[in-house]
């Protein structure tokens, strides 16, 4: 069972979103049962740490 975690930034705007604890899953905080976008732990700190991934 994944716990998660909400945005601190999710008071602030429209956009929330949810972490797992795992780090390998991200979800909209609004809709907890829907669609959950699954990541690749260490492919993702390698394109952050590269450069790759910018706002």
């Known amino acids: 069972?994944?716990?998660w975690r909400?945005?601190?930034h999710s008071a602030q705007a429209?956009?929330?979103v949810e972490v797992a604890?795992?780090?390998d899953a991200i979800r909209?905080?609004?809709n907890p049962t829907g669609p959950t976008?699954?990541?690749?732990?260490t492919e993702?700190?390698?394109a952050v740490k590269a450069?790759?991934?910018q706002r």
């Open 14 to 16: 429209n956009g929330c």
């Open 44 to 46: 993702l700190v390698t």
């Open 51 to 53: 450069g790759r991934l």
């Open 21 to 23: 604890n795992t780090l």
């Open 1 to 3: 069972m994944k716990n």
């Open 6 to 8: 909400k945005s601190s």
């Open 37 to 41: 976008l699954h990541v690749n732990v």
């Open 28 to 30: 909209d905080s609004k």
